[in-house]
């Protein structure tokens, strides 16, 4: 069965340090990968995604992530980390045919501090 | 920003109520969805809908129903609401036939069952 994980529930980084969110995936065949952000009290916001080409994926807000096939891994990275930038974050993997529904990490909750 | 939209934002009600929570966009989408999440939780799929007339229950069993008459719009009703109800419910919306897992979200409708 096709699965993400998100091994951290929380991650605490100082503002202007660089960040990563982990995210690991279990997917038959080639993955579809995805983040999303959630800020309190609103919905979804999609991130970026990875289909195929670069493993490095540039996104909205300065996010980027790196696609790992060996380790299985979608990490979320940004350079210099804002306060603005907590939020809660969702990895996602896209299942296969014929359902393309998208299975759900737990989610992790960034907190930058100044 | 997406334009999707969910009403009401908040909502309380007492046990027994028959409640709707709305969903509309004017995307033309035809894919939508309901999704349930407890707060700072991970995304559990209720329904989905490929386009007017279908309608699919997802992965988490939910005693809700929904309809989608319209294209634009996707309603979910409880007929009788109960304290385990109590949630939040994102609606989303993506394009058919892309499958590439870029849904646009709503900004959810807390729901508390008393």
């Known amino acids: 069965a096709q699965s993400v994980a998100q091994p951290e529930d929380q991650v605490n980084v100082a503002e202007g340090n660089p960040l990563t969110v982990k995210c690991t995936y279990s997917?038959?065949?080639?993955?579809?990968l995805f983040w999303y952000v959630q800020y309190p009290n609103r919905g979804l916001q999609f991130l970026l995604k990875?289909?195929?080409?670069d493993n490095l994926v540039k996104g909205s807000y300065g996010f980027e992530a790196e696609f790992n096939k060996s380790q299985t891994s979608f990490h979320l990275k940004k350079p210099s980390a804002l306060v603005s930038d907590s939020a809660l974050y969702f990895c996602?993997?896209?299942?296969?045919?014929?359902?393309?529904?998208?299975?759900w990490g737990a989610g992790t909750k960034l907190i930058i501090k100044p | 920003e997406a334009d999707i939209y969910q009403t009401p934002r908040y909502l309380v009600i007492g046990t027994g109520k028959k409640i709707t929570l709305e969903c509309s966009q004017t995307?033309?989408?035809?894919?939508m969805y309901w999704y349930q999440q407890d707060p700072g939780m991970e995304l559990h799929l209720i329904h989905y809908?490929?386009?007017?007339?279908?309608?699919e229950k997802g992965d988490l069993s939910s005693e809700s129903t929904v309809s989608r008459i319209r294209t634009e719009h996707f309603p979910l009703t409880l007929e009788s609401a109960r304290p385990s109800h109590t949630s939040q419910y994102l609606c989303?919306?993506?394009?058919?036939?892309?499958?590439?897992?870029?849904?646009?979200f709503g900004e959810g409708s807390r729901l508390t069952v008393l």
């Open positions: 989303a919306s993506t394009l058919a036939g892309t499958n590439t897992g870029e849904l646009f």
């Open positions: 995307m033309g989408h035809d894919k």
């Open positions: 996602a993997v896209r299942d296969i045919a014929p359902n393309y529904q998208l299975i």
């Open positions: 990875y289909i195929t080409g």
């Open positions: 997917v038959s065949g080639n993955p579809y």
């Open positions: 809908s490929y386009g007017v007339n279908s309608t």
